[in-house]
């Protein structure tokens, strides 16, 4: 079984630019939830998903940040401006239901200058 | 946000087992309590979770004492590839799901 697909796995802008991660999810799975990892800390959930409908946002930064999964599959996250404090991890999970197991992408480490 | 306590690091010899504890003494009726892993540049791993009974599957085994206020896990011979940040997450059943990730413990697995 195919696990949960993320790119770019590297990005570096400069602060200002705008970004844009993609993340594929397992095959059924309908929870899909994006996390912000800064270096030394623990993830921490940005936007969750279930199928294309946003079940809990509380902690996005709205006015940068902004997240899709518009046929409730792949996903989107995207940052417009960057800022420096943005520089982190930024991990997709998803989970075949609302209360089940979450399983983690490998990440995409974006750099801002 | 973190529900949980865990010790910063912690190290093992190579062969031996690894005892990970975690404190949640808030923890309620209704919350799993989940194990994770993080091995440098990889996203978390899931290892293994429980609510009351302690459990174990082929990679660890997960005590949980009977008043659940702690748990404790268990890698039964850690390898050097066991070197990594574990997280204890304490998940309520009906709060959409969410993880609250603490700093976790960085185990350090020693030859």
């Known amino acids: 079984e195919a696990g949960v697909a993320q790119s770019p796995r590297y990005k570096i802008i400069e602060k200002r630019q705008s970004v844009a991660f993609w993340c594929n999810p397992i095959?059924?799975?309908?929870?899909l939830y994006w996390y912000q990892q800064i270096l030394g800390q623990g993830p921490k959930l940005l936007i969750q998903?279930?199928?294309?409908?946003?079940?809990?946002d509380s902690q996005l930064p709205k006015d940068r940040f902004s997240a899709e999964r518009l046929k409730g599959v792949d996903s989107t996250l995207k940052i417009q401006p960057a800022k420096l404090e943005d520089s982190a991890v930024y991990l997709c999970?998803?989970?075949?239901?609302?209360?089940?197991?979450?399983?983690f992408g490998p990440g995409t480490r974006l750099l801002v200058l | 946000d973190a529900k949980t306590t865990q010790p910063p690091s912690m190290d093992c010899a190579e062969g031996r087992a690894a005892n990970l504890p975690c404190n949640h003494s808030t923890i309620s009726g209704n919350e799993y309590v989940y194990w994770y892993r993080q091995i440098h540049s990889q996203g978390p791993q899931y290892i293994i979770h429980g609510l009351k009974n302690n459990e174990t599957n082929e990679m660890a085994s997960l005590i949980i004492t009977e008043d659940r206020k702690s748990s404790t896990l268990i890698l039964p011979h850690a390898t050097l590839r066991d070197t990594a940040v574990y997280y204890c997450?304490?998940?309520?059943?009906?709060?959409?799901?969410?993880?609250?990730f603490g700093s976790g413990t960085k185990l350090n697995v020693k030859p």
């Open positions: 999970a998803s989970s075949l239901e609302l209360a089940g197991t979450q399983y």
């Open positions: 997450i304490v998940r309520a059943v009906y709060n959409f799901n969410k993880f609250y």
């Open positions: 998903f279930q199928n294309n409908g946003v079940v809990d």
């Open positions: 095959s059924g799975h309908a929870t």
